[in-house]
């Protein structure tokens, strides 16, 4: 029976450029995964006004007139929309800002 010394197991499992130095490091943790970016989503509600809602996305998040009224139309026709897209805790505030407004607003991965 023949025992592999800890190196030559590490390359027969995962290869000759395998260095068991990197395992569990945050560069290699990160390079295996990159992070996706965070999605604030608005959904339509028989509550808000279009007009109210275009408003808050002027006033919250900066846009121009006509892009709000673009976004509050898609909240309108398809249910919701993708409003802002970012890391995690800078979505969390705005779907806390919208709560604030009266809207329904949830946070979620890009990609789900």
Do not use: C
């Not at 309108?76 to 407004?101: F, L, N, Q, T």
């Amino acid at each position: 029976m023949r025992f592999l010394t800890p190196p030559a197991f590490h390359a027969a499992q995962h290869g000759p450029d395998y260095d068991p130095r990197n395992e569990g490091s945050l560069a290699t943790m990160h390079a295996e995964k990159p992070e996706q970016p965070w999605q604030t989503i608005i959904w339509d509600d028989p509550v808000n006004l279009m007009s109210y809602v275009s408003f808050v996305f002027q006033r919250h998040f900066g846009f121009t007139r006509d892009h709000a009224e673009e976004l509050m139309l898609r909240v309108h026709h398809d249910g919701h929309a993708v409003v802002a897209e970012g890391g995690r805790e800078a979505m969390e505030m705005h779907v806390e800002a919208m709560h604030d407004y009266g809207l329904l607003a949830t946070l979620r991965q890009a990609g789900e």
